[in-house]
Structure formats: structure tokens, C-alpha cells
């Protein structure tokens, strides 16, 4: 399998802030990459950087395995939607998708016919997108980037705007993408539930490092099960956690207060037993001890609260 973006301790700095630092990332042919962080965490940094649209203050990036004077040459198999799409208001749909496709040298006229096909934009004939909907904007957008069937999409918030029906049509055409054509998609969201429906590969991304990088199915694995222990005292279950059991690896649950709240252990779930022995012998209530799965969210969750 080819490697279709790499990156080697990327940076961008602004004055003395790191925008983005020291990032590796591998993103292999025909993955679906989900780059999920919280907003100013570093993506859409880190997609300007891919693009072309900033240059690295540091460290080095690759496209299709370039990383010299060819690199540019590379862009040219991207499609690409950076935040809100560049769009000619007094033009309509099909004049904005013709007029990218002269620019970039894709050879003819029926590959704007499909764009637009595809985004569902075919019968809107002489409307301007001025009068176009959020919605209808980004599904323009969404056909511009995908505009000569690019071997690389790179795509920052796709689904902003959008309805689900469209949600759900963006989704299984990048799906067939991928799986029929070979086609490599990195993918920005903070709507991690629909990453999660689709996304093969994931890179975790806080305060502009990584934090983490890894398959779906090894996320799905770590996410599989927590041990949740609803507590009357939870800081009081805390100490005894690493005082007399040395538990470390747990968090007290966003919503606990003084009417008490859960305590959630990634590991040592085959301990409950042992640990309720604990808590209870120690004064602490236990109200409820059970295993059940965490969310994309939670696992984010605490891989920021690690870092």
C-alpha cells in the first residue's frame, strides 16, 4: 500500500504560538483518515499546510511520496473544501464548476455535468448561487472538490449545513470512492458520531500535537468496554482508587456534583469485585457497578484529559 500523505514533525508557528507542532501523520492510499480535534486545535492548520495554502515553519511534509520540487505538481491531484467553500455569488452552480474546471486543465465539459450530478445541484440552471442555501453552498462546494475525480480529497467540515439525507448521500459516496476507486479521503469533523459510520483511520489532534493515531478497529477495540461505578462520594472513590488499590487510570464523569456521580476505569475491569470490596469497606456508597462501552466522544474525552 502506497503512502499517500506523510508528515515528519510538521510545524507552524505564529509569532510564539504553535499553531501546529511537530506532527507526524501517515495517511495510506484508499483510507478514510477522520482528523478529529477540538475547534483551534490545528486541523483546518494542518489541511492549509497540505494544500499548499501556508507553508511549515518546521519539519517536513510528503504527497504520493514527494517531498521535493515535485510537490506542487502532487497538489494537482487534490480535490479539496477548507471551511466555508470559495464560491462566484453572481454565477450560478454550473458556471462555478466550469469555471474551476477550465482553471485546473480537466479536460471536458461533462465533468462539470457530473459534479453537479452528484451533489444533487443538476436543475438548478440559471438561479445564482447568491440565492442558494447554506446548505446548497456547501454541496457546491462539495462538487467542486470533487470536480476530475482527485486521488486525494481533503475535506474540512463537509457536512456543515447540510440536512441528513445529504449527510447520509456525502457519506456513501465517499465510501464508494474509497473502496471502488482507490480514492484516499482525509476527513476534519467535530461530528464524531458520523466519522465514526464511516472513517477507517483516525488522528487525534489537542492544542496542535497528536495525540494519538490509529485504525478504526483498534478505536473500536479500546472504546469497547469501561467499568462505570456510580458513587455517592466520588473524590472520596478516588482516593481510595490510589491510595489502597493503585488505580490511576480512571475519571470522575463530567456531570458528577455533590449528589455524587460515576467514576470510569479503562482498565482493571476484571477487578470490580475487588474494587467494590474496597470502596465499600472504606465507607464509600456504591450505588451501581456496571461494564458498558464508551463513545468516540468519551475516548477523545480522556485522551485530552491525558494530555
Known sequence: ?????????????????????????????????????????????????????????????????????????????????????????????????????????????????????VVGLQDTGRKKVRQFSLGMRQRLGLGIALLGDPELLILDEPVNGLDPMWMATVRTELVRRARQDGTTVMISSHLLAELDLFATHYGFIHRGRLLAQMSAAELHSRCQHTLRIDVADPAAAATVLEEELDIRTFRIADDAGATGGQVILADHLDQASRINSALVGRGVEV???????ASLEEFFADLVKGA
Not at 506523510?6 to 509569532?15: A, N, V
Not at 511549515?56 to 504520493?64: A, I
Open 1 to 117: 500500500m502506497s503512502t499517500v500523505v506523510q508528515t515528519t514533525g510538521l510545524t507552524k508557528r505564529y509569532g510564539r504560538t504553535a499553531a501546529l507542532d511537530e506532527v507526524d501523520i501517515t495517511v495510506e492510499a484508499g483510507q478514510i483518515y477522520g482528523l478529529i480535534g477540538q475547534n483551534g486545535a490545528g486541523k483546518t492548520t494542518l489541511i492549509r499546510l497540505l494544500t499548499g495554502l501556508a507553508r511549515p515553519s518546521g519539519g517536513s511534509l510528503s504527497l504520493f511520496e514527494d517531498s521535493g520540487a515535485g510537490l506542487n505538481l502532487q497538489r494537482r491531484r487534490i480535490g479539496a473544501l477548507i471551511e466555508s467553500p470559495a464560491l462566484t455569488l453572481d454565477l450560478t452552480a454550473e458556471q462555478n464548476i466550469e469555471a474551476i474546471r477550465i482553471q485546473r486543465g480537466i479536460a471536458g465539459r461533462h465533468r462539470t455535468r457530473e459534479a453537479l450530478e
Open 287 to 293: 450505588r451501581g457497578i456496571e461494564t458498558r462501552g
